[in-house]
């Protein structure tokens, strides 16, 4: 019952805000509303009494009282579609999609506007540019008159500087009351003000349909002949503004941290090559052309891939790949001595220079899960799979049914069994020491940069306090390493004084 009672009071609490954000609006337009009244009153009955009396009949013969009340009729109205454009295209995406849920009838009218951005902002820049040419008709060619024959002597008067002044007049004045005044109120009351004036911009917008759709296809028309809309358009937000975004605290409840490694992966990988993640060469499990169905399917058994390589001679001429799934039939019908190259599919290769992300859409295009990463030469770098490219962006893809790869096995407080693919920074936090190596990822590449020389089993590498045994080689490949810890010199000397003095 209390969280009831709070989420009825948090409910009743946000319809008296949005009822108050609505009164707030209405008393400032209101007062802006009276301050140009009171403007053009002024105007009308001059600077002080003095004045009025000479030039009273004058400025009644220049600016009747129906020419005031229809400029400021026009000043509204500008002043209305200039807020209406401001609010309705600054609510946000999701709060558009909240308004498309909401029961409450002018949010659901405003979702309905918004679908159509481009012919909402179509009709509200017509009825701008409507008020706003009858306002320079109504008011400012009589200005203009009034100013040459009224104002400036005779000595300087002329067209031209009388119609400079009623320019820089009209223009303060449209400015002001028409543009900078009613969107800076506007932004401040985004949604008080667009639920407010919401059925009046439907009716408008449904009044101008016919101009609209006129103007709209002679719009498109001349951009067809200038082909001015193969430019692509501007993105409504840049990657730096997103990697901004994602790292606002306040959005912690909004956007989850996997989420957001997730985001942060999409942008920070996906231009980056496919050489950053591919499989390298001296890792690749392929099969020769020449095998058979059993031979082919002894090496699936063994190294459990759902698909290999096949190559001819070697792995710079890789004909083909081979799908576990397509040799099954073979298997089923004991057709051992099947060759496999016919059985083989047609291999994709992609350059290493490749963005990952285009090498994903490379993949879906070709429906293919596998593609070979070739180098400037032509020649074999590697093979990246989907599930590796994805996995760069979007984060690890975990499989619930695949066992986790195990890549070092604690043999005592200072001995460790490492897999030759272990990655440095992951050793590092294991023995809490740096390795300084910020050209090579792995154990292996760092052994071999530190020795210098192609290592084979059984080989010692010390490395300040680190001792490294080469346990097992895959051909020239680092597969294992043992590592011990040794104690450092002082230590011992000071362990085996204290041990003499104890005895």
């Keep these: 019952m209390d969280i009831d009672r709070k989420n009825y ?11 108050e954000g609505i009164c707030r ?25 003095a004045v009025q009396v000479n030039l009273q009949e004058k400025l009644a013969d220049y600016f009747p009282l129906h020419i005031l009340i229809l400029a400021l009729c026009l000043l509204c109205a500008s002043a209305f579609f200039s807020a209406t454009e401001m609010a309705f295209f600054a609510i946000r995406g999701t709060q558009l999609k909240s308004m498309q849920k909401s029961s409450y009838f002018r949010d659901k009218l405003i979702a309905r506007l918004m679908e159509s951005p481009s012919d909402l902002l179509t009709s509200i820049l017509m009825g701008n540019a409507i008020v706003n040419i009858g306002l320079s008709i109504a008011f400012g060619s009589r200005l203009e008159e009034y100013i040459i024959t009224q104002l400036l002597p005779t000595s300087i008067a002329s067209p031209l500087i009388s119609y400079t002044l ?36 439907y009716i408008i917008h449904t009044l101008f349909t016919p101009i609209r759709q006129l103007l709209l296809s002679s719009i498109g028309f ?30 912690s409840d909004v956007i989850a941290e996997d989420e957001r490694k997730m985001i942060r992966g999409i942008l920070e990988f996906r231009d980056e090559p496919v050489k950053r993640i591919l499989v390298p060469r001296t ?12 031979e082919a399917w002894e090496i699936f058994c063994e190294h459990e891939y759902s698909r290999m390589p096949i190559y001819h001679e070697n792995l710079d001429h890789i004909v083909g790949i081979l799908y576990a799934k397509d040799l099954l039939d073979y298997v089923e019908r004991k057709l051992w001595k099947q060759p496999i190259k016919p059985i083989g599919r047609k291999a994709h290769f992609i350059p290493d220079t490749m963005a990952i992300s285009e090498s994903i859409k490379t993949a879906q295009k070709l429906n293919t899960h596998l593609a070979i990463v070739v180098d400037e030469y032509g020649g074999t770098a590697g093979l990246v799979t989907l599930h590796d490219a994805l996995s760069a962006v979007v984060g690890e893809i975990s499989d619930d049914e695949s066992e986790e790869e195990i890549l070092y096995t604690k043999i005592s407080e200072d001995e460790y069994l490492l897999d030759g693919k272990m990655p440095i920074s992951d050793l590092e936090e294991l023995i809490h020491v740096s390795l300084d190596d910020p050209e090579h990822t792995t154990i292996a590449g760092y052994l071999l940069k530190q020795n210098e020389n192609l290592m084979k089993q059984g080989d010692i590498l010390l490395v300040g306090s680190l001792q490294f045994t080469v346990e097992k080689m895959d051909g020239k490949r680092i597969a294992r390493v043992r590592l011990k810890m040794e104690k450092p010199q002082e230590t011992s000397v000071e362990e085996e004084n204290g041990g003499g003095e104890g005895k």
């Design 9 to 19: 009071k948090k409910k009743k609490t946000n319809k008296v805000f949005r009822i």
């Design 25 to 49: 609006f209405k008393y400032l337009l209101y007062l802006l509303l009276f301050s140009l009244t009171l403007f053009f009153l002024f105007l009308y009955q001059n600077v002080s009494y």
């Design 166 to 201: 009623a320019c820089l007049a009209s223009t303060f004045i449209l400015i002001f009351g028409g543009e900078v005044t009613p969107k800076l109120l506007a932004s401040r009351y985004v949604e008080s003000y667009a639920r407010s004036v919401v059925i009046l911009v």
């Design 222 to 251: 001349t951009f067809r002949i200038t082909r001015f809309s193969s430019i692509p358009p501007s993105p409504w937000v840049t990657d730096d503004e997103l990697k901004i975004l994602v790292q606002e605290e306040g959005l």
């Design 283 to 294: 890792e690749i499990v392929a099969i020769p052309d020449d095998a058979t169905v059993e």
